[in-house]
């Protein structure tokens, strides 16, 4: 099976969605810009790539599950996109990294179980 270019950093940020609202999505103080919340994004799927090679997540990929605004993922989630997470697996790691997980929690086109 060919992996076409950007699949993986898709792939870590629809799996990090899980993570992040799956956990609960506080409401932020401030609203992000646009850039904000793409540089986020990045920074997260940087950190947290290891993950989709089923590897454990390291303290980083972690801290960054914690601290990333849940807005900057959720609007990003498409009907496209979400067949894409093994919510099963999103989960695991999210709890693994201290985090509890919101049962039927809506985070773009995602509802946890």
Do not use: D
Not at 13 to 39: D, H, Q, R
Not at 68 to 82: D, G, Q, R, W
């Amino acid at each position: 099976m060919e992996v076409k270019r950007g699949s993986i950093g898709r792939a870590a940020l629809l799996m990090i969605a899980v993570w992040l609202c799956g956990g609960g999505c506080a409401p932020w103080a401030e609203a992000m810009t646009a850039s904000e919340c793409k540089m986020e994004r990045r920074v997260l799927i940087n950190a947290c790539k290891p993950v989709i090679l089923m590897q454990p997540p390291t303290p980083f990929c972690c801290q960054r599950i914690r601290v990333t605004p849940a807005e900057c993922i959720c609007s990003v989630i498409t009907p496209k996109l979400a067949p894409l997470v093994n919510v099963e697996y999103a989960i695991q790691v999210v709890e693994s990294c201290g985090r509890q997980v919101q049962r039927h929690f809506k985070c773009g086109s995602i509802t946890t179980p």
